[in-house]
């Protein structure tokens, strides 16, 4: 898609009430937040896409972007800003999760899944391509955290879409909160040294063993271990990160992290690149990665 914080109820205070017989009326109830699943990402999802071809693709992204959204465009930047300082996306786009996972808090997950770009202009040719979205909620409800991918020419990725989403694959553990940064430190973990250990092996002790990873042009993705060896390994090995942001459920168990690589030390960014990390009994899995490459300098 890159074309591209629960009310407390006041017992102690009702209880004190009762006692002391107050005599005022007492204040309406709070609304509970209703409860979340992996299937309410994929209906925000729905309303999301379904809000691009009513009211326009700009319209939705700045209906649905959390304030402090990140996106590809095609490195990080600032989602709100970009959005409303570019113009109307001249086309039809439609986007549909095959996957989804939500944090234990109930307030944080992600989706991912194929994209299709039908341009208005009938000679011009359509685009496809992966995409992955982070999402928030806060007290103004669920918001798009952070929005990448990349895409290709059409191929047929968007005619194999499923309709039965894969949801909650992916088996994260709750631990104690600790600060985001702690993902980015990860993150830099995972580079190639240039003479020594390269990124492919670091990258690989870091994976979950149902990792997926999403590197251009597959938008199917690299989902079993001969494949994911196979993606990692067409990576330099002294691939270097140089993580930007990350966020943490306050669970403990899902997080993702966001920032450029290069190359080698000291060379030009290459590409931009999302983690998604799983908590799991033997410490932070890569669950997820997705890949957006830059244009040549």
């Not at 786009?93 to 994209?115: E, I």
């Not at 990390?277 to 899995?285: A, E, F, K, N, T």
Request: with cysteine.
């Amino acid at each position: 898609m890159t074309v591209s914080r629960l009310h407390r109820p006041a017992g102690l205070a009702l209880v004190a009430c009762a006692v002391l017989a107050c005599s005022r009326a007492p204040e309406p109830a709070t609304a509970a937040v209703p409860t979340a699943t992996p299937a309410t990402l994929v209906e925000l999802e729905a309303a999301f896409a379904a809000a691009g071809r009513e009211r326009g693709v700009k319209a939705a992204f700045l209906e649905f972007l959390d304030e402090e959204s990140i996106v590809f465009q095609p490195g990080p930047v600032w989602a709100r800003a970009a959005w409303t300082a570019r113009e109307e996306v001249q086309a039809s786009l439609d986007w549909v999760p095959d996957r989804a996972q939500l944090a234990r808090s109930g307030d944080f997950g992600y989706t991912t899944g194929p994209w299709l770009l039908t341009p208005k202009d009938a000679g011009a040719g359509a685009a496809e391509g992966r995409y992955l979205t982070v999402w928030r909620r806060g007290a103004d409800g669920w918001r798009v955290l952070f929005d990448g991918g990349f895409g290709s020419e059409r191929a047929g990725a968007w005619d194999l879409r499923t309709d039965k989403p894969a949801l909650g694959a992916q088996s994260c553990e709750p631990g104690e909160p600790v600060p985001p940064g702690d993902l980015q430190i990860i993150d830099l973990e995972l580079s190639g040294i240039a003479g020594g250990e390269a990124h492919a092996a670091r990258a690989g002790r870091r994976l979950a063993a149902t990792a997926e990873l999403f590197h251009p042009p597959s938008v199917e993705g690299a989902l079993d271990a001969a494949a994911r060896r196979t993606a990692l390994a067409a990576l330099p090995a002294t691939l270097q990160y140089w993580p930007m942001g990350a966020e943490i459920a306050g669970s403990g168990d899902l997080g993702y992290s966001y920032g450029l690589t290069a190359p080698a030390p000291g060379a030009s960014a290459d590409a931009a690149y999302a983690n998604i990390w799983c908590r799991q009994p033997d410490g932070w899995r890569l669950a997820v990665q997705l890949r957006s490459d830059l244009p040549p300098r």
